[in-house]
């Protein structure tokens, strides 16, 4: 499926629990046609302290839009 849009370009959502918000596209998934925008579906993670991981609590993670 091809996607116009692309890494760092600024989106409007048009539909969805954050109609209206405008953001910068981190990451698309061309095969799926979704896309990560910036502070958009964003979901609390509850992360453990690991070596690897800096962080570790309660983050904020940017999920998947579709």
């Keep these: 499926m091809k996607l116009h849009i692309k890494k760092g370009d600024e989106v409007v959502v048009l539909a969805g629990k954050d109609r209206g918000r405008k953001g910068k596209v981190l990451r698309v998934f061309a095969k799926k046609g979704t896309a990560v925008v910036e502070n958009i579906n964003v979901a ?9 991981r800096a962080a570790s609590g309660i983050i904020d993670k940017p999920m998947r839009w579709t």
């Design 44 to 52: 609390k993670r509850h992360t453990r302290p690991t070596k690897t």
